[in-house]
């Protein structure tokens, strides 16, 4: 009797132990699984020695309605090193700040936290470092593809419609040698009307630009708001970017908005007759766009 009850004992203890073992590698395997997020961020905007806010968004992917999350760490890295660290707040928002010395276009990646149990891919933009007495040209995506026609203002559509799109003849040439001593771009993307989809809508525009070899700029999506532009050119004046002047663009919308604002516009290629505002200069092609200015 009494080996039978040591050799239950025994028994007990080592199926104790055995549950405990597979307990704890199921527990440490799924610590190590990590949860699909998505990541996004924009393109961001300031001066030399002055602070910006560069905001990043986690949500929880594959939810009928993304959902934001809170109290996860963000890094943010500029050429290979964490500047700025920051935590999401309920919505999901982190604010990374960060001080550049130096002008020019300064490319960014922000990533979760290593010890995050949710798994994003990194994500990069560009930080947009400009002088702000440095003349700034703004440009409308449309007037940069060629099969824009008919589109209105909307270059961005859902899918790869807008990535498949040729380039207008000579834009890239003449916009680099626009840029290459002077002008800093402002790229302008218009969503169509019920697409709500910035974040898409950056990602597309930014590829779409560097596959053909377009100079670097900074990209501005607004919505399909008639007004959108104008308030975001109010608010860039108000800002203390004085220097945007000149809009090269090709719907009369476009070219309008700045000719309110007693600003230069031009238009291009060259619409259809009566389709140009009065005050507004016309190029046939890119080529002639630097004649206008």
């Known amino acids: ?35 699909p997020a998505t990541l996004t961020v924009h393109d961001s905007l300031t001066a030399p020695n002055q602070s910006v806010a560069i ?16 109290g996860e760490s963000m890094e943010l890295l500029i ?12 919505d999901g928002r982190a604010v990374l700040s960060y001080t550049p010395k130096a002008r020019g276009v300064v490319p960014f990646t922000v990533r979760v936290g290593a010890v995050s149990k949710f798994d994003s891919a990194e994500v990069g933009a560009n930080l947009a470092v400009w002088e702000r007495r440095s003349p700034i040209m703004a440009i409308e995506m449309a007037a940069l593809m060629q099969d824009a026609v008919g589109a209105g203002p909307t270059v961005t559509v859902p899918g790869n419609e807008a990535e498949g799109r040729h380039p207008m003849p000579d834009a890239a040439e003449e916009l680099g040698k626009l840029t290459q001593f002077y002008y800093n771009l402002l790229y302008v993307v218009v969503l169509e ?6 974040d898409q809508a950056n990602g597309q525009t930014r590829r779409w630009l ?26 860039l004046h ?6 945007l002047k000149i809009g090269v663009g090709r719907t009369k919308a476009f070219a309008e908005t700045f000719l309110q604002r007693r600003l230069e516009a031009v238009m291009v290629p060259e619409p259809a007759k009566g389709d140009a505002p009065r005050k507004a200069k016309v190029a046939r092609e890119w080529k002639e766009v630097r004649k206008k200015m």
Do not use: Y
């Open 1 to 35: 009797m009494w080996r039978c009850g040591l050799m239950t004992v025994s028994f007990r203890k080592a199926f104790f132990f055995t549950i405990l073992f597979f307990w704890t590698a199921t527990t440490v395997l799924s610590a190590a699984e990590k949860v």
């Open 55 to 70: 905001e990043a968004t986690l949500t929880r992917a594959g939810l009928p309605t993304e959902a934001g999350l809170g």
């Open 79 to 90: 050429a290979g090193n964490v500047v700025a660290t920051a935590m999401t707040g309920a």
């Open 193 to 198: 009307k019920g697409v709500d989809d910035r």
């Open 210 to 235: 560097k596959d053909r070899k377009f100079p670097v700029g900074h990209i501005l999506v607004l919505p399909s708001d008639p007004e959108a532009l104008g308030r975001r050119l109010d608010e």
């Open 238 to 243: 108000a800002s203390g970017w004085k220097q």
